[in-house]
Protein backbone atom coordinates (compact mmCIF):
# COMPACT_ATOMS: atom_id res chain seq x y z
CA UNK A 1 0.00 0.00 0.00
CA UNK A 2 1.78 3.43 -0.94
CA UNK A 3 1.19 5.66 1.91
CA UNK A 4 2.05 9.41 0.72
CA UNK A 5 -0.15 11.56 3.35
CA UNK A 6 -0.75 14.54 4.45
CA UNK A 7 -2.47 15.33 7.88
CA UNK A 8 -4.27 18.61 8.75
CA UNK A 9 -5.81 19.48 12.13
CA UNK A 10 -5.94 22.59 14.42
CA UNK A 11 -3.41 23.31 17.10
CA UNK A 12 -4.44 20.34 19.67
CA UNK A 13 -6.18 18.53 17.41
CA UNK A 14 -3.40 15.90 18.17
CA UNK A 15 -2.03 15.76 14.94
CA UNK A 16 1.04 15.58 15.71
CA UNK A 17 0.91 12.43 18.12
CA UNK A 18 -1.22 10.90 14.98
CA UNK A 19 1.00 11.41 13.09
CA UNK A 20 3.84 9.58 14.57
CA UNK A 21 1.94 6.70 15.40
CA UNK A 22 0.80 6.18 11.54
CA UNK A 23 4.04 6.44 10.87
CA UNK A 24 5.03 3.88 12.88
CA UNK A 25 2.24 1.66 11.96
CA UNK A 26 2.91 2.14 8.14
CA UNK A 27 6.51 2.39 8.36
CA UNK A 28 6.81 5.43 6.59
CA UNK A 29 8.92 8.52 8.29
CA UNK A 30 7.00 11.56 9.65
CA UNK A 31 7.52 14.49 8.58
CA UNK A 32 6.39 17.18 10.53
CA UNK A 33 7.56 21.14 9.31
CA UNK A 34 7.20 22.32 12.97
CA UNK A 35 9.79 19.76 14.83
CA UNK A 36 12.14 20.46 11.90
CA UNK A 37 11.93 24.19 12.35
CA UNK A 38 12.23 23.55 16.84
CA UNK A 39 15.03 21.20 16.13
CA UNK A 40 16.70 23.67 13.91
CA UNK A 41 16.17 26.69 16.32
CA UNK A 42 17.48 24.79 19.40
CA UNK A 43 20.35 23.91 17.51
CA UNK A 44 20.66 27.75 16.50
CA UNK A 45 21.12 27.19 12.38
CA UNK A 46 21.10 29.57 10.39
CA UNK A 47 17.47 27.99 9.15
CA UNK A 48 15.94 28.27 12.69
CA UNK A 49 17.16 31.59 13.71
CA UNK A 50 15.56 33.05 10.92
CA UNK A 51 12.38 30.56 11.42
CA UNK A 52 12.13 31.14 15.23
CA UNK A 53 11.24 34.90 15.36
CA UNK A 54 7.91 33.70 13.19
CA UNK A 55 7.35 30.60 15.44
CA UNK A 56 7.28 32.56 18.40
CA UNK A 57 4.41 34.63 17.42
CA UNK A 58 2.82 32.50 16.04
CA UNK A 59 3.19 33.33 12.63
CA UNK A 60 3.83 31.21 9.69
CA UNK A 61 7.26 31.30 8.88
CA UNK A 62 7.86 32.56 5.14
CA UNK A 63 7.31 30.31 2.13
CA UNK A 64 10.97 31.02 0.80
CA UNK A 65 12.17 29.59 3.97
CA UNK A 66 9.71 26.73 4.42
CA UNK A 67 8.65 25.05 0.85
CA UNK A 68 12.92 24.75 0.08
CA UNK A 69 12.78 22.94 3.06
CA UNK A 70 10.07 20.75 2.62
CA UNK A 71 11.25 20.18 -0.99
CA UNK A 72 14.74 19.30 0.18
CA UNK A 73 13.14 16.62 2.95
CA UNK A 74 10.44 14.82 0.49
CA UNK A 75 13.76 14.12 -1.71
CA UNK A 76 15.47 11.86 0.74
CA UNK A 77 15.74 8.36 0.21
CA UNK A 78 13.65 7.62 3.87
CA UNK A 79 10.74 9.45 1.97
CA UNK A 80 10.55 7.54 -1.80
CA UNK A 81 7.76 4.44 -0.87
CA UNK A 82 5.96 7.38 1.60
CA UNK A 83 5.71 9.88 4.19
CA UNK A 84 2.94 11.31 6.46
CA UNK A 85 3.59 15.22 5.75
CA UNK A 86 2.48 16.85 9.42
CA UNK A 87 1.86 20.87 9.36
CA UNK A 88 2.36 20.97 5.19
CA UNK A 89 0.51 22.53 3.39
CA UNK A 90 -0.71 25.33 5.70
CA UNK A 91 -1.82 27.75 2.61
CA UNK A 92 -3.38 27.30 -0.83
CA UNK A 93 0.14 28.71 -2.42
CA UNK A 94 1.74 25.33 -0.22
CA UNK A 95 -0.77 23.24 -1.45
CA UNK A 96 0.60 24.02 -5.16
CA UNK A 97 4.43 23.88 -3.96
CA UNK A 98 3.93 20.35 -2.59
CA UNK A 99 1.84 19.27 -5.99
CA UNK A 100 4.69 20.71 -7.89
CA UNK A 101 7.33 18.92 -5.66
CA UNK A 102 5.54 15.58 -5.56
CA UNK A 103 5.38 15.43 -9.21
CA UNK A 104 8.99 16.18 -9.88
CA UNK A 105 9.52 13.33 -8.05
CA UNK A 106 7.06 11.26 -10.49
CA UNK A 107 4.61 10.85 -7.75
CA UNK A 108 1.67 12.35 -5.83
CA UNK A 109 -0.29 12.15 -2.98
CA UNK A 110 -2.95 9.27 -1.98
CA UNK A 111 -4.93 10.98 0.72
CA UNK A 112 -4.98 13.94 3.32
CA UNK A 113 -6.31 13.45 6.59
CA UNK A 114 -7.96 15.72 8.72
CA UNK A 115 -8.46 15.41 12.46
CA UNK A 116 -10.99 17.93 14.01
CA UNK A 117 -12.02 18.72 17.46
CA UNK A 118 -13.74 21.45 18.52
CA UNK A 119 -12.37 25.01 19.64
CA UNK A 120 -13.34 24.75 23.49
CA UNK A 121 -11.57 21.26 23.43
CA UNK A 122 -8.72 22.71 21.61
CA UNK A 123 -8.18 25.80 23.66
CA UNK A 124 -8.38 22.96 26.78
CA UNK A 125 -5.47 20.77 25.49
CA UNK A 126 -3.01 23.56 23.99
CA UNK A 127 -3.63 25.22 27.82
CA UNK A 128 -2.53 21.96 29.26
CA UNK A 129 0.59 21.41 27.11
CA UNK A 130 1.46 24.79 27.90
CA UNK A 131 2.07 23.86 31.18
CA UNK A 132 3.68 20.67 30.63
CA UNK A 133 5.78 21.63 27.52
CA UNK A 134 7.09 25.05 27.95
CA UNK A 135 6.61 25.90 24.11
CA UNK A 136 7.56 29.47 23.41
CA UNK A 137 3.99 29.79 21.01
CA UNK A 138 1.99 28.18 23.76
CA UNK A 139 1.21 31.55 25.44
CA UNK A 140 -2.56 32.76 25.18
CA UNK A 141 -2.02 35.34 23.08
CA UNK A 142 0.28 33.03 20.27
CA UNK A 143 -2.22 30.15 20.80
CA UNK A 144 -5.42 32.49 19.36
CA UNK A 145 -3.37 33.72 16.70
CA UNK A 146 -2.18 30.72 15.35
CA UNK A 147 -5.99 28.99 15.60
CA UNK A 148 -6.91 32.27 13.83
CA UNK A 149 -4.45 31.26 10.65
CA UNK A 150 -5.53 27.93 10.86
CA UNK A 151 -9.68 28.81 10.59
CA UNK A 152 -8.57 31.73 7.69
CA UNK A 153 -5.99 30.05 6.09
CA UNK A 154 -5.51 26.16 6.67
CA UNK A 155 -9.03 24.60 7.37
CA UNK A 156 -10.31 26.13 3.39
CA UNK A 157 -7.45 23.63 1.73
CA UNK A 158 -9.78 20.72 3.38
CA UNK A 159 -12.61 21.38 0.39
CA UNK A 160 -9.83 21.82 -2.43
CA UNK A 161 -8.66 17.62 -1.17
CA UNK A 162 -11.84 16.91 -1.06
CA UNK A 163 -12.96 18.02 -4.62
CA UNK A 164 -9.71 15.89 -5.66
CA UNK A 165 -11.12 12.80 -3.75
CA UNK A 166 -8.13 12.72 -1.52
CA UNK A 167 -9.91 13.80 1.48
CA UNK A 168 -10.25 11.62 5.19
CA UNK A 169 -11.66 13.05 7.98
CA UNK A 170 -11.46 11.54 11.63
CA UNK A 171 -13.32 12.66 14.52
CA UNK A 172 -10.00 14.00 16.87
CA UNK A 173 -12.02 13.50 20.42
CA UNK A 174 -11.57 10.45 22.18
CA UNK A 175 -8.66 8.22 23.84
CA UNK A 176 -5.41 8.18 21.64
CA UNK A 177 -5.56 4.70 20.90
CA UNK A 178 -9.26 4.57 19.67
CA UNK A 179 -8.53 7.89 17.26
CA UNK A 180 -5.78 5.85 15.98
CA UNK A 181 -7.63 3.12 15.45
CA UNK A 182 -9.98 4.80 13.44
CA UNK A 183 -7.87 7.27 11.40
CA UNK A 184 -6.21 3.71 10.66
CA UNK A 185 -9.86 2.11 9.46
CA UNK A 186 -10.51 5.27 7.59
CA UNK A 187 -7.16 5.16 5.82
CA UNK A 188 -7.63 1.77 4.61
CA UNK A 189 -11.11 1.99 3.55
CA UNK A 190 -9.83 4.89 1.34
CA UNK A 191 -6.52 2.69 0.22
CA UNK A 192 -8.45 0.28 -0.48
P1 LIG B 1 1.08 24.05 15.54
O1 LIG B 1 0.32 23.21 14.57
O2 LIG B 1 0.68 23.81 16.98
O3 LIG B 1 1.10 25.50 15.20
P2 LIG B 1 3.62 23.11 14.44
O4 LIG B 1 4.64 22.36 15.21
O5 LIG B 1 2.94 22.41 13.32
O6 LIG B 1 2.58 23.58 15.56
O7 LIG B 1 4.24 24.48 13.88
C1 LIG B 1 4.90 25.38 14.71
C2 LIG B 1 5.26 26.64 13.94
O8 LIG B 1 6.17 26.32 12.87
C3 LIG B 1 4.11 27.36 13.25
O9 LIG B 1 3.38 28.22 14.11
C4 LIG B 1 4.87 28.15 12.17
O10 LIG B 1 5.53 29.28 12.71
C5 LIG B 1 5.93 27.15 11.73
N1 LIG B 1 5.44 26.32 10.62
C6 LIG B 1 5.22 24.99 10.64
N2 LIG B 1 4.77 24.55 9.45
C7 LIG B 1 4.70 25.64 8.65
C8 LIG B 1 4.27 25.87 7.31
N3 LIG B 1 3.82 24.87 6.53
N4 LIG B 1 4.34 27.14 6.83
C9 LIG B 1 4.78 28.14 7.58
N5 LIG B 1 5.17 28.01 8.85
C10 LIG B 1 5.13 26.78 9.40
Not at 22 to 34: F, K, Q
Not at 109 to 125: G, M
Not at 142 to 149: G, K, Q, T
Amino acid sequence: MSARLVIMGPQGSGKGTQAARIAEHLGVPAISTGDIFRANAKNGTPLGQRAKVFMDAGDLVPDEITNAMVRNRLAEQDAADGFILDGYPRTAAQVGVLDEALASLGTKLDAVVELTAERAELLARLRKRAVLEGRADDTEDAISHRLEIYAEQTAPLTSHYARAGLLVTVNGVGDLDEVTENLLAALAAHLG
